[in-house]
RNA sequence: GGCGCGGUACCCAAGUGGUAAGGGAGAGGUCUGCAAAACCUUUAUGCGUCGGUUCGAUUCCGACCCGCGCCU
């Protein structure tokens, strides 16, 4: 039997230098890169999502970067299944596919599965959420201690988004949501798993991260910002993330620019602590403790792959 | 030099004669289809300094120090 093929992981928080390992694994090893990032995902929104450049794409194939319209969303379970997809094409070209990407729910949708639960149900979630406005978050814990009171022990009422999908689970499989995560979940197969975790040290991430959110600015955010407010108006979902979020404040005249500045570097570090704590209970990861950028650290990676 | 206002945690800030709200930051955590989202936990024996009054002062009184404003 042959062993299966190689899946590396590539992930990190923001600003660790995930692309640039990236691209020297991939050079290496003839490898192509699966994006693994939320945003990303999404079409013309380029400098505030540091997306590769094009001509750090043309160093390497790049799947799952702009592939979606800002005006719709992208659920993890969409992502899981396109990855996939993506992955099995690379496979039957005998390329090494690197995933990329701070998403950690879709890196774990993607790697681990979800439950069998059901998709999305917009007209109910409609409903949820205007009761939850008008009685507020314990409303709908209520609900939910009635449907399914395992799955509300776990949730707390102050935690809306998860409240209503529990209690859409529950109301359109009519299963208790806590009986179907018994199923387990679908796992991918298929691929021998390394995942490379990028663990550079705290202050000097944050530094980073503080100097990139200037370089956006500086780079022509806003005006893109604009763009994107004229293209697709503010329904397009992206709009309300790091950077973006204060650009539209900034262009409607609610904050300054330096205030605008100061807040986008303020959320990348918020967003950073964040994954940090994600990542570390990810499990088998190789943490390189250092930026992805650097050589060294790179020549670890390398070996990694290798071994 | 005189008068006025103010000095509360890393930052902003409320407050009371009976033992310090709240927000932000920082740190830690949760996460099973909106996740660059949402949510949870946590941080001053201390309220500029030194005295006084009082059973008890961060709160009242006095002096001093620092900052801001005005006046000469």
């Not at 299944?81 to 995933?99: D, F, G, M």
């Not at 329904?235 to 309300?240: F, H, Q």
């Not at 986008?264 to 930026?291: C, I, S």
């Given at each position: 039997?042959?062993?299966?093929?190689?899946?590396?992981?590539?992930?990190?928080?923001?600003?660790?230098?995930?692309?640039?390992?990236?691209?020297?694994?991939?050079?290496?090893?003839?490898?192509?890169?699966?994006?693994?990032?939320?945003?990303?995902?999404?079409?013309?929104?380029?400098?505030?999502?540091?997306?590769?450049?094009?001509?750090?794409?043309?160093?390497?194939?790049?799947?799952?970067?702009?592939?979606?319209?800002?005006?719709?969303?992208?659920?993890?379970?969409?992502?899981?299944?396109?990855?996939?997809?993506?992955?099995?094409?690379?496979?039957?070209?005998?390329?090494?596919?690197?995933?990329?990407?701070?998403?950690?729910?879709?890196?774990?949708?993607?790697?681990?599965?979800?439950f069998?639960g059901?998709?999305?149900?917009?007209?109910l979630r409609?409903r949820l959420r205007d009761r939850a406005e008008r009685k507020g978050g314990q409303h709908l814990h209520e609900i939910l201690c009635h449907l399914d009171s395992d799955a509300a022990a776990k949730i707390h009422f102050n935690d809306i988004p998860k409240l209503i999908r529990a209690i859409e689970v529950c109301l359109t499989s009519r299963q208790k949501m806590t009986e179907m995560w018994k199923?387990?979940?679908?796992?991918?197969?298929?691929?021998?798993?390394?995942?490379?975790?990028?663990?550079?040290?705290?202050?000097?991430?944050?530094?980073?991260?503080?100097?990139?959110?200037?370089?956006?600015?500086?780079?022509?955010?806003?005006?893109?910002?604009?763009?994107?407010?004229?293209?697709?108006?503010?329904?397009?979902?992206?709009?309300?993330?790091?950077?973006?979020?204060?650009?539209?404040?900034?262009?409607?005249?609610?904050?300054?620019?330096?205030?605008?500045?100061?807040?986008?570097?303020?959320?990348?570090?918020?967003?950073?602590?964040?994954?940090?704590?994600?990542?570390?209970?990810?499990?088998?990861?190789?943490?390189?403790?250092?930026?992805?950028?650097?050589?060294?650290?790179?020549?670890?990676?390398?070996?990694?792959?290798?071994?």
């Amino acid at each position: 039997m042959f062993p299966d093929p190689l899946l590396v992981v590539v992930l990190g928080p923001t600003a660790s230098g995930k692309t640039a390992l990236s691209l020297a694994l991939t050079e290496r090893f003839h490898g192509e890169v699966v994006n693994c990032d939320s945003v990303a995902l999404y079409r013309d929104f380029e400098i505030g999502t540091a997306k590769p450049t094009a001509s750090q794409r043309a160093r390497a194939p790049h799947h799952l970067l702009d592939i979606a319209d800002p005006t719709d969303f992208i659920t993890a379970g969409q992502y899981a299944r396109v990855a996939r997809e993506t992955l099995a094409e690379i496979k039957s070209r005998n390329k090494l596919p690197i995933v990329v990407g701070g998403t950690g729910l879709y890196l774990r949708a993607l790697l681990e599965g979800l439950f069998p639960g059901p998709q999305r149900s917009e007209e109910l979630r409609e409903r949820l959420r205007d009761r939850a406005e008008r009685k507020g978050g314990q409303h709908l814990h209520e609900i939910l201690c009635h449907l399914d009171s395992d799955a509300a022990a776990k949730i707390h009422f102050n935690d809306i988004p998860k409240l209503i999908r529990a209690i859409e689970v529950c109301l359109t499989s009519r299963q208790k949501m806590t009986e179907m995560w018994k199923r387990g979940r679908d796992p991918l197969t298929g691929f021998r798993v390394l995942r490379l975790g990028l663990n550079p040290n705290r202050d000097a991430l944050y530094a980073r991260i503080n100097q990139r959110a200037q370089h956006m600015f500086d780079a022509g955010l806003v005006e893109e910002t604009k763009c994107l407010l004229e293209k697709y108006g503010d329904a397009a979902r992206p709009l309300s993330t790091l950077g973006y979020k204060q650009a539209v404040q900034l262009l409607r005249g609610e904050i300054d620019s330096k205030t605008a500045v100061q807040g986008a570097q303020q959320a990348h570090r918020n967003y950073a602590k964040r994954q940090m704590t994600w990542f570390r209970r990810e499990p088998d990861v190789m943490w390189l403790e250092g930026f992805g950028d650097d050589p060294a650290i790179q020549q670890r990676a390398a070996l990694a792959v290798d071994g």
